[in-house]
């Protein structure tokens, strides 16, 4: 997906929106465990996420894991949801994939799932993962997710391979949140 030259935002807009994303999650220490599997790749992961916050997390162990949706525990992935945000947003060339898997986690957009697999099992996991950190998102956290996704089809390297799962999610879960309150 890398490759082309997105169009660059104004600084102070991309700033805003990574001010907003730190105030949406307050960082605390994870404590549970973020996925229960054992392979070599999951033990790297638990190492690296294991009772942080999510600004601890090295930009390295997330270029690594590319998207939080490699957590088990929806938990975990909402709360290092932010830290993939703001790496996306600092990749928005994508030299990185955690841009483009970071829209995926947070789309209920099926069309790759779909093209790669037939696997109905592994959809309907997803989307109920899915429908279980949208209950967890507070309405401020859903304003910066629809936010960030807005922002990526503006700005993003592929925004055009994204439209599809930037307006799905848009339409099915994130346009739902209420407008900012006066501050
Ligand atoms: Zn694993």
């Not at 999650?25 to 790749?41: H, I, M, Q, S």
């Not at 992961?45 to 957590?71: G, N, Y």
């Not at 391979?161 to 407008?179: G, K, Q, T």
Request: net charge negative.
């Amino acid at each position: 997906m890398a490759g082309k030259t997105a169009k660059r935002p104004c600084e102070a807009d991309l700033e805003a929106l990574r001010q907003r994303i730190r105030e949406a999650f307050p960082p605390t220490a994870y404590k549970g465990e973020v996925t229960a599997c054992r392979c070599a790749e999951c033990n790297q992961i638990k190492r690296d996420f294991r009772r942080k916050s999510w600004d601890q997390v090295s930009a390295e162990a997330i270029d690594l894991t590319e998207s939080p949706v490699l957590f088990h525990e929806v938990e975990a992935v909402h709360a290092f949801l932010p830290a993939f945000l703001l790496r996306a947003l600092d990749d928005l060339d994508e030299k990185t994939t955690v841009l483009e898997m970071t829209i995926y986690s947070i789309s209920p957009c099926t069309e790759d799932v779909e093209r790669r697999s037939d696997s109905p099992e592994f959809e309907q996991m997803r989307v109920t993962r899915l429908r279980r950190l949208h209950q967890m998102l507070s309405p401020s956290q859903l304003r910066v997710l629809r936010d960030f996704l807005v922002f990526a089809g503006d700005y993003s390297a592929s925004a055009d391979w994204y439209r599809p799962y930037i307006s799905r999610a848009l339409n099915e879960i994130y346009l739902e949140a209420e407008p900012d309150e006066p501050s």
